[in-house]
T-cell receptor, first 114, second 114 residues
Framework: ETGVTQSPTHLIKTRGQQVTLRCSSQSGHNTVSWYQQALGQGPQFIFQYYREEENGRGNFPPRFSGLQFPNYSSELNVNALELDDSALYLC?????????????FGSGTRLTVV | GESVGLHLPTLSVQEGDNSIINCAYSNSASDYFIWYKQESGKGPQFIIDIRSNMDKRQGQRVTVLLNKTVKHLSLQIAATQPGDSAVYFCAEKIGGSGYSTLTFGKGTMLLVSP
């Protein structure tokens, strides 16, 4: 059974640019959630994807968008990057529809916006 | 790896001591709670969970206590080891069977001295 893998591990972008982060979910999981973790803070929920559709969203602007693919992997896209977007972006996969379940997190992508 | 513990509350203990990490949660409707351990440069790692119909659950060297009256969780680690040094987060699951997400607390850094 494979865990959650994220790529790339580190990324440096310039303010105003666009970025795409990728996540492969754990085998057997059908749902992917994305979180933003600023330095010294707990993860903040961005959005969740289930059956290739956004299934819920936190307090993030529309320039944060995502995709989920038939194999349950997912992408997080951020347009018009701002300095405050610098953070660790975490992907978590889970199994929706089976009652309480665990979230498995990847190691994250460290994004630095300069 | 990157530090996730900047400006977090810190608990410093000696190896072999018992550690207690506390967490206040916000939503009285939350029905599932998880403790995560996050080491530098890694994603959150599941430690133990508890449902709202329980007040105590034990794992290997760890115990979680839930007090719904005051919306308080605690994580007890017995015989703390240097490898337990990390940032610990509590998370509450909010939502129903069709959609749910985790809301994380602020985190506590645990430092274990040999």
């Amino acid at each position: 059974e494979t865990g959650v893998t994220q790529s790339p591990t580190h990324l440096i972008k310039t303010r105003g640019q666009q970025v795409t982060l990728r996540c492969s979910s754990q085998s057997g999981h059908n749902t992917v959630s994305w979180y933003q973790q600023a330095l010294g803070q707990g993860p903040q929920f961005i959005f969740q994807y289930y059956r290739e559709e956004e299934n819920g969203r936190g307090n993030f602007p529309p320039r944060f968008s995502g995709l989920q693919f038939p194999n349950y992997s997912s992408e997080l896209n951020v347009n018009a990057l701002e300095l405050d977007d610098s953070a660790l972006y975490l992907c978590a996969s889970s199994l929706l529809g089976r009652g309480d379940y665990g979230y498995t997190f990847g190691s994250g992508t460290r994004l630095t916006v300069v | 790896g990157e530090s996730v513990g900047l400006h977090l509350p810190t608990l410093s203990v000696q190896e072999g001591d018992n550690s207690i990490i506390n967490c206040a949660y916000s939503n009285s409707a939350s029905d599932y709670f998880i403790w995560y351990k996050q080491e530098s440069g890694k994603g959150p790692q599941f430690i133990i969970d508890i449902r709202s119909n329980m007040d105590k659950r034990q794992g290997q060297r760890v115990t979680v206590l839930l007090n719904k009256t005051v919306k308080h969780l605690s994580l007890q680690i017995a015989a703390t080891q240097p490898g337990d040094s990390a940032v610990y987060f509590c998370a509450e699951k909010i939502g129903g069977s069709g959609y749910s997400t985790l809301t994380f607390g602020k985190g506590t850094m645990l430092l274990v001295s040999p």
